[in-house]
């Protein structure tokens, strides 16, 4: 059971906003950068978002995210049929001394 | 461009000791705001950190697993190892290396993913 918790699933038609949130606690979200993470089936997990609302070099600025207070969210603009897949927020635990993933969302486009 | 390739056996038996190794090209792994993880995603399951090291040989392992995992590194090879004593069958799982840049916290270069499956 993960310290990270997110919505099991989330679902929007190509075009549509979709928001993936991240629940957390003042040892994780609260005091440690947040990172976000695209997980599309056969292939390795892809950062998107690092310290809460910076994307790598190459991830498009359709990906977004925040945070507030102890909760993180990722938001999807412009939704892709390849958009599909698992999407996981992640932090630093300061009480577990170690990382830790969300729970995971999977993000469907009707 | 940094490239990151798991190797090691995909079957191992119960009780056994799984090994992994991680081999890193197109750069160094001694230089550089980096360190190097691993992570594993049991079938049907989410992804879970396994512990970290960095250049220096200095570990953090996530807790629950911390009493089986070792992680080392040999930078002779540019490599860094994992190491998970009396597996069970629910250590079955796609085994990934990752690095992070501690300029942009996250891991942002992974591995491809190597299957390891306990079972006798």
């Known amino acids: 059971q993960s310290v990270l918790t997110q919505a099991p699933s989330a679902s929007g038609t190509p075009g549509q906003r979709v928001t993936i949130s991240c629940s957390g606690s003042s040892s994780n979200i609260a005091s440690n950068p947040v990172s976000w993470y695209q997980h599309l089936p056969g292939t390795a997990p892809k950062l998107l978002i690092y310290?809460?609302?910076s994307r790598p070099s190459g991830v498009p600025d359709r990906f977004s995210g925040s945070k507030s207070a102890t909760s993180a969210s990722l938001a999807i603009s412009g939704l892709q049929s390849g958009d599909e897949g698992d999407y996981y927020c992640a932090a630093w635990d300061d009480n577990l001394n170690g990382f830790v993933f969300g729970t995971g969302t999977k993000v469907t486009v009707l | 461009q940094v490239q990151l390739q798991e190797s090691g056996p995909g079957l191992v038996k119960p009780s056994q000791t799984l090994s992994l190794t991680c081999t890193v090209s197109?750069?160094?792994?001694?230089?550089?705001?980096?360190?190097w993880s691993w992570i594993r995603q049991p079938v049907g399951k989410g992804l879970e950190w396994i512990g970290r090291?960095?250049?220096?040989?200095?570990?953090n392992y996530n807790p629950s697993l911390e009493s089986r995992v070792t992680i080392s590194v040999d930078t002779s090879k540019n490599q860094f190892s994992l190491k998970l004593s009396s597996v069970t069958a629910a250590d079955t799982a796609v085994y990934y290396c990752?690095?992070?840049?501690?300029?942009?916290?996250?891991?942002?270069?992974w591995g491809q993913g190597t299957t390891v499956t306990v079972s006798s």
């Open positions: 090291i960095y250049p220096s040989g200095s570990t």
């Open positions: 310290d809460y609302n």
């Open positions: 197109g750069g160094s792994i001694s230089s550089g705001p980096y360190h």
């Open positions: 990752a690095r992070t840049d501690r300029r942009l916290p996250g891991l942002d270069v």
